[in-house]
């Protein structure tokens, strides 16, 4: 499985960004699909997840500023961020399972946010 995210950039602290995640198969053959950033001089931190079923789990540092779907015609995933704070300046990694796989399996190449005070 092949991921390519994109929809990052520079926001000013209290907006919103939507990042995407495209797969390169049929999001049908994705059990999970989901979220990382990694910010500089930290570990990589898990943000969100969405499993094929439609059940969804976020990071407590996150809830209720992010909602993770996914558009299965298009076989791709959001991540809708809003009220975005100065600490959520990160790389955000696109990441997705197959039912062969755990969670996280795949990755994609991530996405610059960058959260202005």
Not at 16 to 41: D, H, K, T, V
Not at 55 to 83: E, F, P
Not at 91 to 96: D, M
Request: aromatic share 10%; charged share 15%.
């Amino acid at each position: 499985v092949q991921l390519q995210a994109s929809g990052g950039g520079l926001v000013q602290a209290g907006g919103s960004l939507r990042l995407s995640c495209a797969a390169s198969r049929s999001i049908f053959s994705i059990e999970n699909m989901g979220w990382y950033r990694q910010a500089p001089g930290k570990q990589r931190e898990f943000v969100a997840r969405i499993h094929s079923g439609g059940s969804t789990t976020y990071a407590d540092s996150m809830k209720g500023r992010v909602t993770i779907s996914r558009d299965n015609a298009k076989n791709i995933g959001y991540l809708q961020m809003n009220s975005l704070k100065p600490e959520d300046t990160a790389v955000y990694y696109c990441t997705a399972n197959t039912p062969t796989t755990s969670f996280p399996a795949y990755w994609g190449q991530g996405t610059q946010v960058t959260v202005s005070s």
